[in-house]
């Protein structure tokens, strides 16, 4: 089965604080994606990759940045955390080489921001 | 990517058949219907997807229309463990999920 983990499910940091969000995937895919979730919003992305070293911006990617060192792991960076920054965070994994396509979620990071 | 319309919410009786309707009307000649579904606390879970014919796997059943203007997927038997919010997403082959409303799908006993 394929498995996307993520560091920690709940995260608590005070505003002005780093905070990396940690990604990792076991099936050697070559997409990974970070999104964050909100009530009556619903998913949106922020960043995605689609190799190592490369990152493309989705469609909310200020306060954000990432890294892609490595195939399996994709980090999530906020550089200072504000208090609207606040939320459910998923990544997610998929292969263009599967026919089907489908994107593997990790379990998320419920973020609070104090 | 094509937009998508779904009801916000619906209930449906145990072991009973679910039927998901999902509009989709402008939907391009080369965009896929997917749907995935998000349980409480939980990263959401693919479920299906189709272009024109209609799908099956062990999960669902997905069924597009003649003209893709719409489709429905069906949760055959429905458990209580099916209550979760169902996405249906159009989209391109390689293009980006793109996650709406969705409908709250909730499962009575």
């Known amino acids: 089965d394929v498995k996307v983990t993520q560091s920690s499910r709940y995260l608590v940091k005070r505003t002005g604080e780093k905070v990396f969000l940690e990604c990792v995937q076991d099936?050697?895919?070559?997409?990974m994606f970070w999104y964050r979730q909100d009530p009556g919003l619903g998913l949106r992305l922020i960043y995605f990759s689609y190799d190592v070293k490369m990152k493309e911006k989705g469609d909310i990617p200020e306060g954000y940045s990432v890294s892609r060192e490595k195939k399996e792991r994709f980090s999530l960076i906020l550089e200072s955390a504000s208090t609207n920054q606040t939320s459910m965070y998923l990544c997610a994994s998929s292969s263009p080489a599967e026919g089907r396509n489908e994107q593997f979620f990790g379990p998320g990071t419920r973020l609070t921001v104090l | 990517d094509a937009k998508t319309t779904q009801p916000p919410s619906m209930d449906c009786a145990e072991g009973r058949a679910a039927n998901l309707p999902c509009n989709h009307s402008?939907?391009?000649?080369?965009?896929?219907v997917y749907w995935y579904r998000q349980i409480h606390s939980q990263g959401p879970q693919y479920i299906i997807h189709g272009l024109k014919n209609n799908e099956t796997n062990e999960m669902a059943s997905l069924i597009i229309t003649e003209d893709r203007k719409s489709s429905t997927l069906i949760l055959p038997h429905a458990t209580l463990r099916d209550t979760a919010v169902y996405y249906c997403i159009v989209k391109a082959a390689g293009n980006k999920l793109t996650f709406g409303g969705g409908t709250r799908v909730l499962v009575k006993p």
């Open positions: 099936m050697d895919h070559e997409n």
């Open positions: 402008t939907i391009s000649g080369n965009e896929y």
